[in-house]
C-alpha cells in the first residue's frame, strides 16, 4: 500500500471509473450537506497544515519535513490493472470531487491554468489520468466541459454543446450540482487551493492485484457507510474469478 498525494497518482495511473460502479452522487441534492461538510474538513485539515509550515519557518527550522499530521489523508484508493488503465474499486466519489475542484479551481485562474490542468491530466490523449470511458454519455460530458472553461451549470446548460440527454444523466447532474456548490463555497475555504490539491491530499492507494486478498479488503472496506447492494456484493467475486480478463 503506497502513500500518494493527488500529484503523483495523476502522474503515475491512468484511472477508469468501470461500468459496475455507482453513479456520482455527491453533487446531487440529497447529498449536497455531504460535500459541503468534505470540503469543509478539507480546508480545516489544509490550514492546520499551512499554519504548521508558518510556525517552522518563524522558528528556523523551514529545514525539517512535514510531520505525519500535516496535510490530508483521503483515506483509501482501491484499484484493479486491466491493460495500461486502474479501474477504481473504491474511491470514487472523493477522486472525481478532485478532479471537479482542480478543474474549477483551474479555469477560475484562467485560460493558462486551464492547459496546465489538461495538460497535466492528459485530457483528450489515449490514456488520460481519469476516465468514465465504459460511460460513453457522461464521458462525452466531461470532455465537452473541460474544453470549455465554464463553471456553473447555468453557464455550461447554455453552450451549444450541452445535449438534452445530458440533463436526465445522474452522474452529470451531481457533477452540476457539485460546480455550483463550489461555486458558492470555496470563497469561505482559502486553503482549498490548486496547489494544496495537488501536494498536500493523498490517498493510501492499493492495487488489489497485488494480494490474493482482493475480495476480502474490498468486503472489509465497505463495511462502513451505506450497505452493499447485492450487485456490489457479488462484484468482487466476479473479479476474483476473471483471472486477467477484468475488464
Not at 90 to 115: I, M, P
Not at 151 to 177: P, V
Amino acid at each position: 500500500m503506497d502513500k500518494l498525494n493527488i500529484d503523483a497518482l495523476i502522474r503515475k495511473y491512468s484511472f477508469v471509473v468501470p461500468e459496475i460502479q455507482r453513479e456520482y452522487v455527491w453533487g446531487s441534492s440529497a447529498n449536497r450537506q455531504v460535500l459541503g461538510e468534505f470540503l469543509e474538513d478539507l480546508n480545516l485539515k489544509l490550514s492546520a497544515g499551512e499554519v504548521a509550515e508558518l510556525r517552522r519557518s518563524e522558528g528556523g527550522n523551514s529545514h525539517l519535513k512535514p510531520s505525519a499530521d500535516e496535510g490530508h489523508s483521503l483515506g483509501f484508493l482501491y484499484s484493479y490493472q486491466s491493460g495500461n488503465e486502474q479501474y477504481l474499486i473504491d474511491g470514487q466519489q472523493r477522486y472525481t470531487t478532485l478532479l471537479l475542484l482542480l478543474y474549477f479551481l483551474s479555469a477560475r485562474r484562467g485560460a493558462q491554468e486551464l492547459e496546465a490542468f489538461r495538460q497535466r491530466y492528459r485530457i483528450g490523449t489515449r490514456l488520460p489520468a481519469f476516465s468514465y470511458r465504459v460511460r460513453s454519455l457522461t464521458e462525452q460530458f466531461m470532455a465537452d466541459l473541460l474544453k470549455s472553461g465554464k463553471t456553473t451549470s447555468k453557464d455550461i446548460k447554455d453552450q451549444k454543446w450541452f445535449r438534452s440527454e445530458y440533463q436526465g444523466d445522474t452522474t452529470i447532474k451531481a457533477m452540476l450540482g457539485a460546480l455550483d456548490l463550489f461555486d458558492g463555497k470555496l470563497g469561505s475555504c482559502p486553503a482549498i487551493t490548486v496547489e494544496n490539491l495537488l501536494y498536500k491530499v493523498y490517498f493510501w492507494y492499493f492495487d488489489v492485484d497485488r494480494t490474493s486478498q482482493g475480495e476480502e479488503l474490498y468486503i472489509t472496506m465497505n463495511s462502513r457507510g451505506e450497505k452493499l447492494t447485492n450487485s456490489e456484493q457479488l462484484k468482487p467475486r466476479l473479479l476474483k474469478n476473471m483471472g486477467s480478463d477484468k475488464e
